[in-house]
């Protein structure tokens, strides 16, 4: 079967959480729509894939297999601080979206490019590891743990880029969350991820200055690129 391996390429801008579901849920079940008729059809259609950048403002979402104590407010104190709070169909705990953080959502049909999840985490892992070498951070892995972490495996581990995906007929929805000019003291409302004992960061903090979260985009899109061999992105 022929692949598809083109990314269109779509900047939400600051949206809220909920509304960049809807859209990424649509993208995600279009695609499965099409996989299924096409197993009706001699001669079959391409599937698309797609990369949404997004900026969302403060909400906390819950995975499904997350725990509700790993939020430490109530609900109704978090809508005094105008922070939302979703349940989602994501794996993964508890994490934090907000101003200042790099929401990426791939949505690809990885019958397009290889069928196995566990080597597509790693994939957007290793991108992301490799984008921050070009900022001077060492970022790494931590085993049984989906992200990236700075100093892992020393008692000052820090996570800087959360994970969670959703994935249907080797359809992908979800993605991951990089931490860029974000303000950390969110994160307090939280055990982040359900992981005790260990802090997080954000790239701003590291560097000591502002980032640029387009030339962040840049690097990142180009490393996916490299890791997935994407043979062009498409600007929608």
């Not at 695609?31 to 797609?50: C, G």
């Not at 934090?96 to 790099?102: A, R, V």
């Not at 995906?165 to 003291?185: E, F, I, P």
């Amino acid at each position: 079967m022929k692949k598809n391996k083109i990314v269109k390429v779509l900047d939400l801008g600051f949206k809220p959480y909920a509304e960049s579901l809807t859209i990424q849920e649509d993208y995600f079940n279009q695609i499965i729509d099409l996989k299924r008729s096409n197993r009706n059809k001699e001669r079959q259609d391409l599937t698309d894939n797609y990369l949404l950048w997004v900026e969302h403002p403060p909400v906390f979402t819950l995975g499904k297999s997350g725990k509700i104590e790993h939020l430490l407010v109530d609900q109704a104190a978090l809508e005094q601080k105008g922070i939302q709070f979703f349940k989602t169909n994501r794996g993964g705990d508890i994490t934090f979206h907000g101003p200042g953080q790099l929401v990426a959502y791939p949505i690809f049909d990885l019958d397009n490019f290889f069928t196995d999840i566990h080597k597509y985490l790693r994939f957007l892992e290793e991108a992301i590891i490799k984008t921050l070498e070009e900022f001077g951070l060492s970022a790494t892995r931590s085993p049984g743990e989906t992200g990236v972490w700075l100093d892992e495996g020393t008692p000052f581990a820090r996570k800087i880029c959360a994970m969670g995906v959703r994935a249907s007929r080797w359809v992908t929805m979800h993605g991951l969350a990089l931490n860029l000019n974000t303000d950390l003291s969110y994160f307090d409302h939280i055990v982040p991820c359900g992981i005790q004992g260990k802090g997080v960061t954000s790239l701003a903090k590291e560097l000591g200055k502002p980032v640029d979260a387009e030339s962040v985009k840049e690097k990142l899109k180009l490393h996916l690129g490299s890791l997935f061999e994407i043979e062009e992105f498409q600007i929608n």
